[in-house]
């Protein structure tokens, strides 16, 4: 029988009246995945939704990398985070613009992002235009709804694709370098095997990868106005539900 | 109502009536067979008072089911474990603490007779006048005003957590003060349980807002506050060497509450039968 009885927060330091645990002691900065990465990223979850995850991915890669090709700043920008899109001037807006169009891409993208450019004041890609879609307003909200409720929990597959996604346009664009020696994510895994060892590990990487995006880099740039505008706005879009 | 549910909440009413006869009987039971000194007649009038603190607490719970939920019963919970603790510690010394607990007791109505003379100074009011002497004659006859300290730190020199690890109540002190005391002080663990309600709108990531819901009867509470009483009444017998015939309070409980249930069962699987 073990006599040694187990020390109430044992692993805690002891701070005057406090009692701080492992982590906290290391003093990292609080990045909350909802409030500040979720509204960056939300945009990729409309496009899986609309159309599955081949063509979603494929969609929200394409724009990424045309709007990095033409992007001013010799810093490395991830138009994987929608605000990143405000880096652009208008001139270079328009640009992307066409060239979404020569590529059969821009009509697609309209539709599937819809509910954000006709109801969100603020959203960082609403130069993409509307597209004059017909639908009504209740059922673009509705189709917002389903599409946050699904991604909502970055634990679960469609949570974890759009961040994976994060990382991905990263690495397409030239932003990730990964030390020698070093496996880097297998991020086919979590959509061809989501349950699989493989993927829940790839998962916990894309999870910690994706924090540092909005750790990195200036508050703009982490999308700190545009999350707090999404999430703000939220009241006046749609009532309470019990 | 049909007659079921009449007969069931007669039963009920019977059930709290008897538990009540129970708590009293015995508080008059044990105040008879305390060797009471009265030369030191303020140790047993501190004793006597709270066992009757404890057994008026219970009695009124249980006279109150629609209080036997998590928004009431739990601040009166917490009063409970709170006046077994100062009983508990106050009998590890009873000359000394019993002092030192009237004293302060005294000392902050001497304080709050001031603070309402300085109130009537600013405003001239004849009914605080009247409260204002109704307390000094009060305070005066416990002890001279101008012989009453004034102790605005805790009135037994520990917090509740030492005097309870004093008192061998660390148990009731973790798993029953401490809990209880979110609903007290209206902390965030009770508020965000008792207080919110989830909104379902994932547009609004899923947030909180503010609820006046009832909270579902528990007769749990009822249960509990047993418990404390018992736990008071127990530890007099055990100090003073009592032998008590009034049953105690927590058997008592346990036996007729299964026996109404027990009976309410029965009842409704009859009337399945039929």
Known sequence: M???????????????SKFIPPMAQLEISDISTINQIFPEIIWMGLLNDSYGYREGIHLSSEIAK?????????????????????????EKKKTLVEELERNNYLVKLQKSLYPLIKYYEGFPMT?????????????????LKKTVERHFNRYETP????????????????????????????????????ESDEAKKTAAQVRSMAMMEAMSGDKEKSGSAWSQSFWNQGLKIDKCEF | MDDERQEFFQKLNNFINNYQDILSAGIEERWLKLPIKLYDKEIYEVIGGLLARQATLSMLLASSPYIWNGHIAPIILRVMTDAHITLAWILKDPPDRVKKYIH?????????????????????????KKLIKYKEEWLESQRREFLTEVNVGSWSGLGTREMANEADCDSLYKYAYAPFSGATHNMWQHISRFNLKYCKNPLHKYHKIPSVDRASLDPDYLYRSAKYVDKSFALVDKIFGLTIDTSMPLNWFIEEFDKLFEQKKTDVENKEDD
Request: net charge negative.
């Open chain 2, 104 to 128: 302060y007791g005294l000392g902050q109505e001497k304080l709050f007779i001031e603070h309402l003379k300085a109130g009537v100074e600013e405003n001239d009011d004849e009914d605080i």
């Open chain 1, 2 to 16: 073990n006599n040694k009885k187990k020390i109430i927060l044992g692993d805690h330091k002891k701070v005057g």
């Open chain 1, 127 to 143: 130069f993409l235009g509307d597209g004059g879609i017909a639908e009504s307003k209740d059922f673009q909200i509705q189709k």
């Open chain 1, 66 to 90: 045309l709007a990095h090709a033409i992007h001013d700043s010799d810093k490395h920008v991830n138009f994987a985070l929608s605000s990143s899109y405000e880096y652009l001037s208008d």
């Open chain 1, 159 to 194: 949570g974890v694709i759009i961040l994976a996604n994060v990382v991905y346009i990263r690495a397409i664009t030239g932003g990730l370098h990964i030390v020698q020696g070093l496996e880097p994510p297998n991020l086919e895994s979590l959509v061809s095997d989501p």
